[in-house]
């Protein structure tokens, strides 16, 4: 049987060592504090589906200040969780950029997601919610994306 490496060194044109990765991710947070309070214009089509891509963007970039403390002391493998729920909120934020239309889509999601945690408060008859919670979020998946902009509006 040939012999397997584990923990061997990743190796990457543009990075000597870990020191360079970690500058580099630390000058690309950088840019965000710096940048991400600045007022800007964004497209039509962004209108909706922008300020969930902001969110996503600026949870990817918490994340990773938390991924490098762990790996400054080397505690890597600690992080793995961590790096895993960047790369999702990576790809969730580039789709919702690539097709904003399916912004509604994720909207939905959350709000199954927080009516079925919400459900499971009142089943185990848990303190601070009551049935018109869930017909709160009932209401808004019965309704549509537009529905949806135009109540927030």
């Keep these: 049987m040939a012999e397997e490496l584990f923990n061997g ?3 990457h044109e543009g990075f000597h060592d870990l020191a360079d990765l970690r500058a580099f991710a630390r ?6 504090d710096r940048w991400q309070m ?5 497209k039509g089509e962004y209108e909706v589906g922008g300020p969930i891509l902001w969110s996503f963007t600026n949870h990817v970039v ?3 200040r938390t ?8 505690r890597g493998i600690i992080a793995v969780p961590l790096i895993r729920l960047i790369v999702e909120n990576t790809m969730t934020g580039m789709w ?9 889509a994720v909207l939905t999601e959350g ?4 009516r079925a945690a919400i459900k499971g408060v009142i089943e185990i008859e848990g303190e ?21 902009v135009d109540s927030w509006g």
Excluded: C
């Excluded at 000058?27 to 965000?32: F, G, M, P, S």
């Design 62 to 64: 918490n994340l990773m």
């Design 96 to 104: 919702l950029y690539l097709e904003p239309s399916n912004t509604w």
């Design 38 to 42: 600045k007022p800007f214009h964004m």
């Design 9 to 11: 060194a990743a190796v």
């Design 111 to 114: 709000f199954q997601k927080r």
């Design 27 to 32: 000058k690309l947070i950088e840019h965000w």
């Design 128 to 148: 601070g919610f009551d049935k018109s919670d869930l017909d709160e979020i009932d209401q808004i998946l019965k309704g549509t994306a537009e529905g949806l």
């Design 67 to 74: 991924v490098l403390d762990l790996s400054e002391k080397d």
